[in-house]
């Protein structure tokens, strides 16, 4: 599977890899979920796949979501708890 921005797919007989590509901290976006949730449909639909790699390039993984692209940040005067905003979930 091939057109993704964020994400490289790569597979190969029985091993398939995700590789968040958003360096340098991969950090996780919208866009760049969808794109995970399309490839690992596809690398669920291969017979014979026994392993799926998850890696990043760059210097880390994945930092965190990128709460700068909500369109309706949360207004509270408790500090903030780790989850989804309503807009991104």
């Known amino acids: 599977m091939s057109g993704f921005r964020f994400i490289r797919y790569l597979a190969d007989y029985d091993v398939a890899r995700v590789v968040l590509s958003r360096p340098p901290l991969n950090i996780m976006s919208v866009e760049m979920m969808r794109e995970m949730a399309a490839a690992?449909?596809?690398?669920?639909?291969?017979?014979?796949?026994?392993?799926?790699?998850?890696?990043?390039?760059?210097?880390?993984?994945?930092?965190?979501?990128?709460?700068?692209?909500?369109?309706?940040?949360?207004?509270?005067?408790?500090?903030?708890r780790p989850r989804a905003c309503r807009c991104c979930a």
Do not use: H, I, N, Y
């Open 40 to 80: 690992l449909d596809e690398a669920a639909g291969r017979p014979g796949l026994k392993a799926l790699v998850l890696s990043g390039d760059g210097k880390a993984f994945s930092a965190s979501p990128a709460r700068w692209r909500c369109r309706s940040p949360a207004r509270s005067s408790t500090p903030p």
